[in-house]
């Protein structure tokens, strides 16, 4: 899954972006910009009356806000991922 920022209508309030190469416009809500003190960005759309959050940054603090239960695996795999590319001397955002 590829979601892609492509283009902001600012007077109507909507977004574009990407999947897998197709357009599509969501409304988008709220925004919540990055600052030092949350480690993230966080923006809020609306979809088919569904509410959506998208947010992005610091691993360590992205990973402390997912359910550790129900995404045991996947955080174990993403958690391995990042130590690889950190050994690599990469810098990592999820």
């Known amino acids: ?3 892609e920022f492509y283009d902001r209508d600012e007077a109507n309030g909507m ?3 990407r999947y897998n190469n197709v357009e599509i416009m969501f409304k988008q809500l709220m925004e ?3 600052n030092s003190d949350r480690k993230r960005h966080t923006v809020f759309i609306e979809d088919n009356n ?3 959050i998208y ?3 610091a691993d360590n ?3 402390d806000r997912l359910s550790k239960e129900e995404n045991y695996d ?3 795999n993403y958690k391995l991922i990042l130590e690889k ?3 690599y001397g990469l810098r990592t955002l999820v």
């Open 32 to 34: 919540i910009e990055f």
């Open 74 to 76: 996947i955080i174990n």
């Open 50 to 52: 569904n509410v959506i």
């Open 15 to 17: 977004i574009l972006l």
């Open 85 to 87: 590319w950190s050994n």
């Open 1 to 3: 899954m590829k979601y």
């Open 55 to 57: 947010m992005k940054g």
């Open 61 to 63: 603090i992205i990973i």
